[in-house]
């Protein structure tokens, strides 16, 4: 059982600041790609961020500048730093990770997700 955990949303003003964390737990080798994904409501998915496991990093266009993606190994932990945040940015962010298991191959895996609002 490989699971991934989000966590940090909250409401915030226009131009704050939040972070979110999404941990893996379970029977783990190594985690390949990690990545952040919103969703708005009537919106389709979209790409946020995402770090390989030697920390390449990638974008969407509407957070570069305002958004930083890292990831601590050790912890099987990715982070989500949100800064300059704007109404536009309201959505659910969920997690997801290419998780390999001992044994096994490489599974791919949603969090449940966590739910950010910026309201002025």
């Known amino acids: 059982q490989v699971q991934l955990v989000e966590s940090g949303g909250d409401l915030v003003q226009p131009g704050g600041s939040l972070r979110l964390s999404c941990a893996a737990s379970?029977?783990?080798?190594?985690?390949?790609?990690m990545g952040w994904y919103r969703q708005a409501p009537g919106k389709e998915r979209e790409l946020v961020a995402t770090?390989?496991?030697?920390?390449?990093?990638k974008y969407g266009d509407s957070v570069k500048g305002r958004f930083t993606i890292s990831r601590d190994n050790a912890k099987n932990t990715v982070f989500l730093q949100m800064n300059s945040l704007k109404p536009e940015d309201t959505a659910v962010y969920y997690c997801?990770?290419?998780?390999?298991?001992?044994?096994?191959?490489?599974?791919?895996?949603w969090g449940r997700g966590t739910q950010v609002t910026v309201s002025s």
């Open positions: 379970g029977s783990i080798l190594t985690i390949d790609h």
């Open positions: 770090i390989s496991s030697g920390g390449s990093t």
């Open positions: 997801n990770g290419d998780i390999r298991r001992p044994g096994r191959p490489y599974l791919n895996v």
